[in-house]
């Protein structure tokens, strides 16, 4: 059978760099976990005691460390959220808790950016979120750490610095759902493969960034993601 034949240029593969290795690890999919941290629950005004729920970004937001990203069109209030990002080598659906962890490549840091405006404009008219999510650039990610070497963090400081001072300083097991929870959930509504990557949430402290700052983010025993916000894009 011929070679498949594409109309348009095939658009570049998205993907995340490996810490210590010039390999890559490509992007299929990102999900985000909403609310799932207490105290970031509280600063936006929620009930804690409700269950979490997912939204998707692009795979094409991702952008490495070093970047500077610049600021997005049609907002006056982008945010920055710290996260810690899971690398998936497997998936499937209705997925067993005890067997999440085996699905895990890796972990690395990342930052939600989110058009806040954009976003609460959406939810309280009932809308789609991904205006305020969804965006170019929406994703930074540091380098992955396979979890062979660094095994499965449940612990451990989560901090965002914005231009050295400390905004977002948390604990990963401040989590109300943990890693293995928040796949299990997840592959109840879609199924999971290899090459998706979850956002886990974010502590409290998110707050507004503007063109000029730099955001330099680090998770214990994880790694380290350092951006730049830029002026608006021509």
Same mark, same amino acid.
């Given at each position: 059978?011929? /070679?498949?034949?594409?109309?348009?240029?095939? =658009?570049?593969?998205?993907?995340? +760099?490996? +810490?210590?290795?010039? !390999?890559?690890?490509?992007?299929?999919?990102?999900?985000?976990?909403?609310?799932?941290? %207490? !105290?970031? $629950?509280? %600063?936006?005004?929620? &009930?804690?005691?409700?269950?979490? *729920? *997912?939204?998707?970004?692009?795979? &094409?937001?991702? #952008?490495?460390?070093?970047?500077?990203?610049?600021?997005? =069109?049609?907002?006056?209030?982008?945010?920055?959220? #710290?996260?810690?990002?899971?690398?998936?080598?497997?998936?499937?659906?209705?997925?067993?808790? /005890?067997? +999440?962890?085996?699905?895990?490549?890796?972990?690395? #840091?990342?930052?939600?950016?989110?058009?806040?405006?954009?976003?609460?404009?959406?939810?309280?008219?009932?809308? =789609?979120?991904?205006? @305020?999510?969804? *965006?170019?650039?929406?994703?930074?990610?540091?380098?992955?750490?396979?979890?062979?070497?660094?095994?499965?963090?449940?612990?451990?400081? $989560?901090?965002?610095?914005?231009?050295?001072?400390?905004?977002?300083? @948390?604990?990963?097991?401040?989590?109300?759902?943990?890693?293995? %929870?928040?796949?299990?959930?997840?592959? !109840?509504?879609?199924?999971?493969?290899?090459?998706?990557? $979850?956002?886990?949430?974010?502590?409290?402290?998110?707050?507004?960034?503007? +063109?000029?700052?730099?955001?330099?983010? %680090?998770?214990?025993?994880?790694?380290?993601?350092?951006?730049?916000?830029? =002026?608006?894009?021509?």
């Amino acid at each position: 059978m011929s /070679a498949a034949k594409y109309v348009i240029p095939v =658009p570049a593969q998205p993907a995340i +760099a490996i +810490a210590g290795s010039s !390999e890559l690890f490509p992007v299929r999919r990102i999900w985000c976990v909403g609310r799932n941290y %207490e !105290e970031h $629950i509280k %600063e936006m005004g929620h &009930d804690v005691r409700d269950p979490p *729920f *997912f939204f998707a970004k692009p795979a &094409d937001a991702v #952008v490495p460390d070093g970047t500077t990203v610049p600021y997005p =069109p049609i907002t006056k209030d982008m945010h920055h959220e #710290v996260e810690l990002v899971v690398a998936l080598k497997s998936g499937g659906r209705n997925i067993k808790l /005890a067997d +999440a962890l085996d699905c895990i490549w890796g972990y690395g #840091v990342g930052i939600d950016l989110t058009r806040r405006d954009l976003q609460i404009a959406s939810r309280d008219m009932k809308r =789609p979120w991904e205006i @305020g999510k969804a *965006f170019d650039a929406s994703a930074p990610c540091g380098p992955l750490q396979p979890a062979a070497k660094i095994g499965h963090p449940s612990k451990g400081k $989560i901090v965002l610095k914005c231009n050295g001072k400390v905004r977002q300083d @948390g604990d990963l097991a401040q989590m109300i759902w943990n890693v293995p %929870e928040v796949i299990e959930k997840l592959s !109840e509504q879609v199924e999971l493969a290899a090459g998706d990557i $979850i956002m886990t949430g974010t502590p409290a402290g998110v707050a507004a960034t503007v +063109a000029g700052d730099k955001l330099e983010c %680090e998770i214990e025993g994880v790694g380290k993601l350092t951006v730049t916000i830029g =002026p608006p894009a021509k």
